[in-house]
């Protein structure tokens, strides 16, 4: 199956401003930050959307919720607050199929979304 782009980011097959790092997963800037913090966490394993995932991947989504807080606290957003989003399918916003959690800060965010 062919890669998507965030696991060639993650394999360093494209380039990118990565934050963190370990073997489940990546983080990285988001090309087009829509805030002054705009981090894209994923897992390494290509799971297309949070709706494609299953039991199997408790473990993982386990983990990768617990690196939010760590990233948001080393990019120094911790205390003024942030938002995580997942975007799921065409009506969700997602363009990019393998599971993908924006960590966005560093400024005051509307709520809800356009
Ligand atoms: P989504 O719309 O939720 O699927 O989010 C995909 C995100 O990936 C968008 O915010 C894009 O700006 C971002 N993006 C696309 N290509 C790249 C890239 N090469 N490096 C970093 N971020 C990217």
């Known amino acids: 199956m062919e890669k998507t782009l965030f696991q060639k980011i993650a394999d360093k097959e494209i380039p990118a401003a990565i934050v963190y790092e370990d073997e489940l997963c990546v983080a990285f800037r988001d090309i087009a930050p829509a805030a002054p913090v705009h981090v894209l966490l994923i897992p390494r394993k290509p799971i297309p959307s949070i709706a494609a995932a299953t039991a199997e991947d408790a473990e993982l989504l386990a983990h990768l919720m617990l690196k939010v807080g760590d990233i948001a606290r080393a990019e ?23 599971l993908h959690i924006h960590i966005i800060g560093g400024r005051s965010l509307q709520w809800p979304p356009g």
């Open 76 to 98: 120094g957003i911790e205390a003024s607050g942030f938002r995580t989003v997942l975007n799921t399918g065409d009506d969700g916003g997602q363009t990019v199929p393998h």
